[in-house]
Every structure is written in C-alpha cells, then in structure tokens.
Nanobody, 129 residues
Framework: QVQLVESGGGSVQAGGSLGLSCAGF???????????MGWFRQAPGKEREGVAA????????YYADSVKGRFTISQDNAKKTLHLQMNSLKPEDTAMYYCAASTRGLHTRPLGSEWYNYWGQGTQVTVSS
C-alpha cells in the first residue's frame, strides 16, 4: 500500500517562493518502486492541471509551459521525499496542489492525470497580488 502526504502549502505574495514536499508512507516505501511522480493543481472552476513530473527510469523531468523556469521538481538524496520548489509565484498559481505517483510504466503523457494511480489529498497554495 502507498500513502502520499503533501506539505508546505501556504499564503505568499506575488513574486515570492514556496517549497512543497510529498512524503510517501507504507511498508518498505521508496520512490525506487515508482515509475513516475508528479505534481498537479486545481483552481476553483478549472480542470486539474499537470504541473511537473519526473520519470525515474532516466531522471527526465517535465513541466507545464506555465511554470517552466519558475518551478523545479526534485527528489531528496534518499529518494523518500518529492519536492516542488516554486519561485516567482503569480496569483494564477493559486490552487490546491496534489502529489501523485504511478507504477504503470512508460507514460505517453507524463503530465496527464489519467496515468497516475496514487494520490495525496492536497495542500493549498494561495498567491496574493
């Protein structure tokens, strides 16, 4: 079994930074057993959007065009925690942010939510003008 828990959300002014973390829990849990992990977000009235993902097969990372150059997805050295560093935040980044993981092999669209089979419950990020 896998349980994902996000943390690090909060309120920040435009131009500021926040760092999100996703911790995995379970017997012998490790990101070594995952094929992909990613961050998704959903704002009121909008569809869930893939923000960033990492493919553990070769370390490739993927970013939505809206966050390229501002957000960075990474894993800690022990491969126990997933991180999302968010810089130069904009009000449009305001959303509930979700951590997700997939054990389903190669994804044709790493930022597509349909491929992920484990999800956290989200952490709120609010960016004010």
């Amino acid at each position: 079994q896998v349980q994902l828990v996000e943390s690090g959300g909060g309120s920040v002014q435009a131009g500021g930074s926040l760092g999100l973390s996703c911790a995995g829990f379970g017997y012998t849990y490790s990101m070594y057993y995952m094929d992909y992990m990613g961050w998704f977000r959903q704002a009121p009235g909008k569809e869930r959007e893939g923000v960033a993902a990492i493919y553990f097969g070769d370390g490739s990372t993927y970013y939505a065009d809206s966050v390229k150059g501002r957000f960075t997805i990474s894993q800690d050295n022990a491969k126990k925690t997933l991180h999302l560093q968010m810089n130069s935040l904009k009000p449009e980044d305001t959303a509930m942010y979700y951590c997700a993981a997939s054990t389903r092999g190669l994804h044709t669209r790493p930022l597509g939510s349909e491929w992920y089979n484990y999800w956290g419950q989200g952490t709120q990020v609010t960016v004010s003008s």
